[in-house]
């Protein structure tokens, strides 16, 4: 027990986990800058692809874990003429003030500038929300029926 003396010993409480909130305005900012990093590899006549994990069985059969490269899903679409972009929370699309689903642009760059107005959005909190009501279930999954 002497050697325990020797030390500055307190008491710590571990905070593991962020607020929920923040944590869902964090992963929205940053589907939002992979979307920017896509649209500028499209303008630049590339395409943008990230690393994901793979668990894929060697020739021994062993499961190892792979580096694969995946192509990004773009959240804007053209159509009526010009460009449609949505803001997505994972595959769920959100509904932006009110009713509407999508922002139109004329130009394929004007796109760039909403992405950075979905962006301090949600960081700002404008799209909590809109966030939460997407993360609900729908009542076809909460009846048990598919």
Known sequence: MSSLV???LKTAHRTVEKDPVTMRREKLAAAIQEQMAALAAQLAGQTHTVAAKRAV???EGVRTIV???RQ???WYFAQDGGWYVQCRYGTRVLMLHGKSNAVFVEKLEQV???FAV???AALAGELDRAILLV???S???SDGKA
């Open 6 to 8: 020797k030390l500055n």
């Open 57 to 59: 069985k060697n020739a």
């Open 67 to 69: 580096s694969v490269q």
């Open 72 to 74: 990004v899903r773009v």
């Open 112 to 114: 760039s500038d909403v």
């Open 118 to 120: 979905f962006k301090a």
């Open 135 to 137: 993360m609900r279930p």
């Open 139 to 141: 009542k076809k999954q």
